[in-house]
């Protein structure tokens, strides 16, 4: 009863272009698997390039946000579009990056009532009014992450997250990009050194 | 009381990295005039790469799709986003691909009532699904797309130009990304040779 | 593949009662042409006769609205209920009434980013919780309105043009009417004398 | 505690022109009251006139459609638009008309499950339709309502009652029109001759 | 064409547990008829006595809020969930209790136009947040009963009302139950006794 | 940064009645812990009383849904409601039951692509449509069910569950219930026993 990992054909690892497969390859060195991510969407090498080249120009940039911020505008906007793949995997890496079992399960279903700061809150606020309406985006909005001494840069920074994960939640969505069993425990139990 | 470009600081071509200068000036070349979508993405040069490598892996590639029919995906979805630099500047390009004055603006506000094919009105129906309810795709949209001669890798080009410009409406949105003022009458006038 | 311009038969001008071809014939000697409207519209004579005494009755009186702002308020509202004929039509109309040949787009797709003065982005405002959410109308809507020296029989004007397309968009919508080839491009040329 | 009939001026009777004046004593003498639709609108004597020359041009025609059906046109519509004035006043008519003193209050909240025959519901899901989502309307919605054998013109019956009081309802939210005292009881009576 | 009180059995009386019925027995004394709800419900006997409990639980307890006010909580969400049954049902009683034939009609399709005072306008803004939108429920939402002296305890029975009946309107819809003809006149009449 | 478990004071064991803390202490040496949303809702002990007579009522009787089932009902609808503490409990809850660490997660965020049955997929979109739009309800709803061997009584159960925890979602917004540590790894790791 369990799905496949994606609605399209999944490439072998060795019928894949060098620089594709060496990506995946480093990744299974850090992670211990391939999240499949990386091999479903390597159906389409191009698409495949492009799609990490923006991932890692936003996620792994220097900046006002530190990564366990930027993982939680990935959850709190994916867990909006309701995309299981992304809240699951990038669920995993919040709760690494912010050594908290709790905070991603929180930030997918309501980061209002969450245990993150005032100023992530209004980061959140922000960044779901791009993902889901963003013809209203203002110059109040810019105002409001001000207050919590966010700059124009950072605005950039966390509307665009929730820009490229508007496409990611929908690439997961339309292929049925299924989460890694592994990242579903990842991060929770409190001694995972 | 005309608004700038960008909400953001548009670099100048000379301060540009020589590949982003180059593509500029090529583009240019080509149109005649620089897009603003070039100039004001390019405040982020490792963000303009990648969103341009992704765009022509998506829009340039061969398939089963016409330019026309790929840049009617764009306008509908932007219409049903609500991003006007890019129904104003892909309207404009699908007016001349299409050869075709009328088809920009009766897609983008309702493809139901265009004057296109019953295909095309399948693969926009598959399309606004990924762009606004990307959770419920399921079987049955890749069979009424199957209806219509479309292959699953057709559903995969049609399904990502949606999920892309899920993402360009979004930061064109949250940068206040002005149209430039040529693309409003661009391929409106029949003999424009 | 080009749809008629109405679901209903259409009449022939002989047909029709007398004042009902005089008005026709009048506005196609100003216009150079017969809008649509007018001829799919006739098909009922008698609600026919009360749509554009409604219609003069509100875009034709005096008051504290130019005649653009009432076209603007009529595209604004169009565009939120995806009216193809009414936002092709009276885009044209705004055009010209406004000398610009952008802000119909801008207000279509976007009235917080047109090219317009505060004062009129309060108006459309205003208009579209009319067309959208009328229940919700209250005091403090009109107050928002006063502040840009509106008085209540302007916003009378305001509402009530909303409330006329409200009728007209889905009198559009039902019989199908399609907008003239001609309105595409009418005011989008800068010396159109 | 009891608010005003309307956030406008209310002329009086002796103010108004003849012809208006006319109107609604004639009304006064039939049902006992002038209902406040007719005094509130009085306030603008030219869309008065347009007003109700455009309700009896749909109200009081020939057709296909019963008087009791065009009234839950009114009453479905209205309710679905929260619009308390067209729901009491033309609930009240509705009752009478169809001498069933439970209809109003079924078709106001749920159609569904109203006491009416399937032909009854099959109307008023068209008439919702255009009424809030007229976008969409087709040729599957026409087909829906041949089954049931309504005609075409009794298609644009349906569809233009339903247009108008999309007009109606947001006019009366706009100045906050009072429903009379009287209507909250017409017709409940079953001896109310 | 009148449909059944409930889509399931309905228990005849003698069949039932004798707490359910001495219950039963005791509202028909009470209001001369047995209102659907109970002998719908007693189709579930343990379901009914949990329902009843909840229900006097918060209904009939002492506390900050009038039983017309509880009344108007009913009416409001239940107007805001169309369920029939309840707003028939329920607003017969709040117009006994308020002494007032109109304010449950004004009170079902929207309250900002009720005669109530803006005390009561506050109480049902919260139920209806609750009722559509608990998600969204924080301090602030707290603070605005707070200014019309609602206790904390007041906000929870508030909120507790529109969550129970969020459960009942459930219920009552998917049961179809359908509300007793004597319910519609209820209270309508000035002089009732 | 850690919230506390509730907006309301909670109360002591000792304070509370003998037969709530007897429940509560049950509970307490069953679980390991005690579940907040029984200290926290003990707040109102009549409330209480009602609120688990009734979970049990539908949670614990016989029928044709199995326990999983029945948490799976509360996981999805909790889901579309965004309640935290229903999602996070009864998905521990879930996972224990169905002996699959994987299916909570995915049956919260999308259950058209969890590991469930065509049949649990059917009894799930009758429980959302119970939770989202009870009004539309109707008889085709139960025959999808019947196509896959559900009763009415089943259809009951699974609608009677979907609107209990309507009211408990809510009820757990209302107070910002917050959901204890250990549900968030309970029934994760394989062997938990």
Chains 1, 2, 3, 4, 5, 6 share one sequence.
Not at 32 to 45: D, E, K, Q, S, Y
Not at 93 to 107: E, H, S, T
Not at 147 to 164: K, L
Request: some cysteine.
């Amino acid at each position: 009863m369990s799905a496949p990992i994606s609605r399209y054909p999944v490439p072998s690892l060795e019928s894949l272009p060098e620089d594709i497969r060496a990506r995946i390859l480093a990744v299974q060195e850090k992670a211990g698997f391939v999240p499949n991510v990386f091999i479903t969407l390597a159906h389409r090498p191009d698409e495949f390039r492009a799609f990490f080249a923006y991932h890692d120009a936003l996620m792994e940039k220097e900046g006002g946000l530190t990564k366990a911020e930027r993982e939680m505008i990935v959850v709190a906007t994916s867990g909006a579009n309701d995309c299981l793949y992304c809240i699951v995997a990038h669920g995993a890496i919040l709760r690494i990056y912010a050594k908290n079992p709790l905070v991603a399960d929180q930030v997918a279903v309501n980061h209002r009532k969450a245990d993150i700061t005032p100023r992530q809150k209004a980061m959140l606020d922000f960044a779901l009014k791009v993902a889901l309406a963003s013809k209203e985006i203002g110059d109040e909005d810019f105002a409001s992450l001000k207050v919590h001494g966010f700059t124009d840069e950072d605005a950039w920074d966390i509307g665009a997250i929730a820009a490229f994960f508007a496409l990611s939640n929908r690439m997961a969505n339309l292929i049925a990009m299924r989460p890694n069993d592994e990242f579903f425990l990842m991060g929770r139990v409190p001694r995972q050194k």
